[in-house]
């Protein structure tokens, strides 16, 4: 005796369509793990190059101190200003200043002048 089951009894067209639903299935699970894999990657190598720009800060901030005799944090305010008079990101400041492109005077001598840490003026609207 055959069953009425609809789940059993699909008839020819029932299966090719089981079939499909089944390949559409293992497509999307498929995309789905692809985009996790890119997400990963993307965040894998967001967080390297974070890492890679704090390492590089942290010497610049080391040559600064032991150049000029200053504690950690006056030499991350003396790298600051610099980049910030110089419009450079503070992470190529530190760069140059680990690569020697710039001299830790240049860089200690621009904080001594910025001492009074004022905010910067923006023009009044009109």
Not at 2 to 24: E, H, I, K, M
Not at 28 to 48: D, P, S, W
Not at 62 to 78: I, P, T
Not at 92 to 110: M, S
Request: glycine share 6%.
């Amino acid at each position: 005796m055959r069953s009425t089951s609809s789940a059993v009894n699909r008839g020819p067209c029932g299966n090719r369509t089981f079939g499909r639903r089944a390949l559409a299935d293992t497509a999307t699970i498929g995309i789905l793990q692809e985009r996790a894999i890119r997400r990963a990657e993307v965040l894998t190598e967001q967080l390297q190059g974070a890492l890679i720009s704090r390492i590089t800060i942290e010497q610049a901030k080391r040559v600064l101190a032991h150049a000029g005799k200053v504690d950690m944090d006056e030499a991350f305010q003396s790298l600051r200003a610099y980049g910030r008079r110089h419009s450079t990101r503070l992470t190529e400041v530190a760069r140059q200043l680990a690569t020697g492109a710039v001299q830790p005077p240049a860089v200690l001598a621009d904080q001594r002048h910025d001492n009074r840490r004022t905010p910067p003026k923006f023009p009044s609207p009109s």
